[in-house]
């Protein structure tokens, strides 16, 4: 299977501050995703990346695919962003529409006032 | 809210016993996937059905086991429960369409406790 290999596995950060976390994984991947797990546990979807770049607000996200990297900027970061941020590429089994994600070990930000 | 949901939220048992959780999509996703997050193992992939039939399998556990119904829930049911099978279960939903491209939609959880 794919190795996803994320970093920094902690961030702590100021309040306002900006960051990227990073993604590597292993293999050729046909799409994508970041997620937020909130201290709740909950887990929320930020993108959808398999390539490109896409911003949603203070966050934004870059893959590179055929350089098997993912990057997730928070900018002006603020206490709510604290979590753990997963990255999770995905490929297709040999029969269509089958795709598994694989999930990274996270990196968690805490961010503090 | 991700249109996701599970039940029970948390469930305590103990080992040696059976538990089902369940999982109802968004509406008009097709695709169901189970996960599990424990502190050693992290989020694995166990199973996914697609509009009632299994579609791919992972690491899960032959005690495990999991279904999706014609109304497109599922569940998945744990037996002779180990300490080791406390963990956070999570439900997945997808269109699932046919060139594959899905965004998961993941439920809350459930959080079983093995005793």
């Known amino acids: 299977g794919i190795q996803v290999e994320q970093s920094p596995p902690d961030l702590i950060l100021q309040e306002g501050a900006n960051s990227t976390l990073r993604c590597n994984f292993s293999?050729?991947?046909?799409?994508l995703q970041w997620f937020h797990q909130n201290p709740w546990g909950q887990l929320i979807n930020l993108f959808y990346?398999?390539?490109g770049t896409k911003q949603n607000g203070r966050l934004s996200a870059t893959t590179v695919a055929t350089e098997r990297y993912s990057l997730l900027y928070i900018s002006s970061s603020q206490t709510t962003d604290s979590g753990v941020y997963f990255c999770a590429p995905s490929r297709a089994y040999s029969g269509a529409g089958s795709y598994q994600l694989t999930f990274g070990k996270g990196t968690k930000l805490s961010v503090i006032p | 809210d991700s249109g996701v949901t599970q039940t029970p939220k948390h469930l305590i048992t103990a080992t040696g016993q059976r538990v089902t959780l369940r999982c109802s999509p968004r509406?008009?996703?097709?695709?169901v996937y189970w996960y599990q997050q424990s502190l050693d193992q992290g989020l694995q992939f166990l199973i996914q059905y697609y509009n009632g039939e299994e579609r791919a399998k992972g690491n899960i556990l032959e005690r495990f086991s999991a279904q999706q119904f014609p109304d497109l829930h599922s569940e998945l049911n744990l037996s002779s429960l180990e300490l080791g099978d406390s963990a956070l279960y999570f439900c997945?939903?997808?269109?699932?369409?046919?060139?594959?491209?899905?965004?998961?939609?993941f439920g809350p959880g459930t959080r079983l406790t093995v005793l």
């Open positions: 997945a939903s997808s269109v699932a369409g046919s060139a594959g491209r899905d965004t998961q939609y």
């Open positions: 509406s008009g996703d097709l695709s």
């Open positions: 990346i398999p390539s």
């Open positions: 293999d050729s991947v046909n799409n």
